[in-house]
Nanobody, 122 residues
Framework: VQLQASGGGLVQAGGSLRLSCAASGRIFGNYVMGWFRRTPGEEREFVATIRWSDDSTSYRDSVKGRFTITRDSAKKTVYLQMDSLKPEDTAVYYC????????????????WGQGTLVTVSS
């Protein structure tokens, strides 16, 4: 699977952005797709994931109620709608895919898209 991420940009605090991650290749039923982010000097951290088989989702606590992850099976695309953005959401966001058991663990994913920068100004 190859992943192509898009949708980052500059937004003021309180604003919204939508990230997209388009997959090419075969998506297996047990696949998880999701988003991680990284700020300079920090480890890549889990943001949100969605399981292809049943649409079950998982979010890090700090984005619950503000971010929503969805998927379009026909387009093999995952979206991350980010609302009420905060300056601390500023990071490079990466989409990921794989047959994983621990959805919050980055090293379990074997496909990664290029990063897309999200900058939230105060």
């Amino acid at each position: 699977v190859q992943l192509q991420a898009s949708g980052g940009g500059l937004v003021q605090a309180g604003g919204s952005l939508r990230l997209s991650c388009a997959a090419s290749g075969r998506i297996f039923g047990n696949y998880v797709m999701g988003w991680f982010r990284r700020t300079p000097g920090e480890e890549r951290e889990f943001v949100a994931t969605i399981r292809w088989s049943d649409d079950s989702t998982s979010y890090r606590d700090s984005v619950k109620g503000r971010f929503t992850i969805t998927r379009d099976s026909a387009k093999k695309t995952v979206y991350l709608q980010m609302d009420s953005l905060k300056p601390e959401d500023t990071a490079v966001y990466y989409c990921a895919a794989g047959s994983v058991k621990q959805v919050r663990v980055a090293r379990q994913y074997d496909a990664w898209g290029q990063g897309t920068l999200v900058t939230v100004s105060s």
